[in-house]
């Protein structure tokens, strides 16, 4: 189990307490703390005193990317499961994570559904989230689709052996800013593997984001999408083409619809961030057998 963090000393500690409380009999669980301080460590100094499944790791290398690898590198469980340092979990997140992947053996990805922490219906329209109608598999057999979202996934160690690392161009604190949720995803799915999505295993995010901030969330969120989707076309990619034009068309559609008709929109902030994400993917050189872009 991993969780990385950054300068939130003030949510690091009930987040690792939550998932420390949960009762799945087995698991250890390692921070991965990229900040500029020591306060996240002496926030969690009581608890890796008295529970010995906690580990902190500090690297100083800041990106969403590079503390996932480093997780992964820094833990041994053939199961790993990631929440973010504003999350809650429930006590069974753990149980029904594993439940999952036993129920589907030859799964090697799982995102589940990340809902507000807050109860309110601010709350609900402010914070990132992500539900699912119900539970689906994904993969070239079951149809390829690009959707999940960082803060509640887990992977069979196997994946990473066999489809490689997190782009460390992608990501928060990357380049690119966001998306190294997608890739991992898509990779996967274009290597012949499975991806899980389970409504059952549920993340609360207490991440609710004020109006003035989603303009520049929209616009990471779409350079990190432009910049995961020229990738992949510049790997010779078909299906990336297709993608990456329905799902940038739909959107651009949405917006010139909105506008037209003099009604608030936040698509412009995401259509501007996806063509800076297309034109700043060619600072990057392209991996094509590994689909991962070589850092400058």
């Not at 601010?122 to 699912?132: C, G, H, N, Q, S």
């Not at 609360?204 to 989707?229: C, I, K, M, Q, S």
């Amino acid at each position: 189990m991993v969780i990385c963090t950054r300068n939130r000393e003030h949510q690091i500690e009930r987040a690792v307490s939550s998932v420390l409380a949960n009762d799945y009999p087995n698991f250890d669980l390692t921070v991965i703390d990229q900040s500029t301080s020591d306060a996240t460590r002496q926030a969690l100094a009581q608890l890796m005193d008295t529970d010995p499944r906690l580990r902190y790791v500090h690297s100083s290398e800041a990106g969403l990317s590079r503390a996932y690898n480093t997780g992964i590198a820094s833990t041994t469980g053939e199961i790993l499961a990631f929440t973010d340092d504003d999350c809650v979990a429930w006590p069974d997140w753990l149980t029904k994570v594993v439940a999952a992947f036993d129920a589907e053996p030859d799964a090697e990805l799982l995102y589940g559904e990340v809902v507000a922490f807050g109860e309110t219906a601010d709350d609900a329209a402010l914070t990132p989230a992500l539900v699912y109608p119900g539970p689906r598999r994904l993969s070239k057999r079951d149809g390829v689709r690009v959707i999940g979202m960082g803060a509640n996934y887990a992977a069979r160690r196997s994946v990473f052996r066999r489809v490689g690392p997190f782009d460390n161009v992608l990501g928060g604190g990357g380049p690119l800013r966001s998306a190294q949720d997608y890739d991992m995803m898509y990779r996967v799915q274009q290597a012949g593997g499975v991806v899980l999505l389970r409504p059952e295993v549920t993340m609360r995010h207490d991440g609710r984001r004020e109006a003035a901030d989603w303009p520049a969330l929209n616009v990471a969120y779409g350079t990190g999408d432009g910049g995961f989707y020229t990738k992949h076309v510049r790997c010779r990619d078909l299906r990336a083409v297709w993608l990456a034009s329905y799902h940038f068309g739909r959107i651009a559609a949405r917006w010139m619809a909105k506008t037209v008709l003099r009604r608030d929109t936040d698509e412009g902030y995401y259509v501007k961030g996806f063509i800076t994400g297309v034109r700043e993917s060619f600072r990057f050189r392209v991996d094509r057998s590994r689909r991962l872009y070589v850092e400058t």
